[in-house]
């Protein structure tokens, strides 16, 4: 199998795995391939195998990452799948193989990433990257972990900012959700199927978009991807949540 790793130059010809058939998420999706193109400038990476699939990688400088941690002189890893038919295949290993060795040939502490106490949507296999060799750094309420794996010995370990060591105070009722555009569904599914699914159950929803660097590095949860709260709790990263057929079931509203 081949695997190519995007930039600037081929970003625009070629798919970036998720979205890439979804008609509805066409804006979004090049929302997305637009953010990767800013991002390319701050040293990160996407690869992914030569096929029509969702297996990639995607991974940069954790200084200029979009999350709120500190990890000096590591490689934040952001998306990581391999999914269907093409897992159990050596795919996982090999791409973050590849993170290892530009780690390694940049000098860097090592790979970190944020994932959830146990499995949460839209973020990597926890189980299974610590099985890798990743170390938990630190865990926060409402579930989620910060993981190293570190390729120098004696090096300071990574931890969140304290902006997500509390939850948000959220005072309005209804629906308040956190979102960016480094995922090509969450814009869609966000300005169109959760402002319907809130519409038809009379239920307040403010949607908090981050539009910078600095503004994911100060946000009050993990998962800058999406995360959803309902009356102030934390819910879920499931961007399908936002759909009228999941709505209830994930949030437990009505219920």
């Excluded at 695997?3 to 625009?12: A, G, H, Q, S, V």
């Excluded at 519409?199 to 800058?224: D, G």
């Amino acid at each position: 199998m081949n695997y190519i790793r995007l930039t600037k130059e081929n970003i625009d010809s070629e798919h970036i795995c998720c979205a890439f058939s979804d008609k509805k998420c066409k804006q979004s999706y090049q929302m997305k391939k637009d953010w990767l193109k800013k991002e390319f400038e701050n040293g990160y990476i996407f690869t992914r195998l030569d096929e029509r699939a969702k297996v990639f990688i995607e991974y940069g400088p954790a200084e200029k990452a979009w999350v709120p941690v500190w990890a000096p002189g590591y490689l934040m890893i952001g998306c990581f799948w391999v999914s269907g038919k093409y897992k159990s295949n050596g795919h996982g290993k090999h791409l973050l193989n590849e993170a290892v060795e530009t780690a390694e040939k940049l000098g860097k502490k090592g790979l970190v990433t944020i994932v959830g106490k146990k499995k949460f949507h839209f973020m990597s296999d926890t189980k299974w990257l610590l099985k890798q060799g990743f170390e938990i750094c630190e865990t926060i309420m409402n579930g989620f972990s910060l993981i190293s794996l570190d390729l120098q010995k004696n090096s300071s370990r990574p931890f969140f900012n304290d902006c997500v060591k509390t939850d948000p105070k959220i005072e309005n009722k209804g629906c308040t959700v956190y979102y960016s555009n480094r995922c090509p569904y969450a814009e869609y599914h966000v300005i169109n199927s959760l402002e319907d699914s809130c519409r038809k159950r009379k239920i307040p929803l403010k949607t908090i978009k981050f539009e910078s660097m600095e503004q994911a590095q100060s946000s009050p949860t993990p998962a800058t991807i999406f995360s959803l709260y309902l009356d102030g709790k934390f819910i879920t990263t499931d961007i399908s949540a936002c759909m009228d057929s999941r709505f209830d079931k994930i949030t437990g509203f009505g219920s």
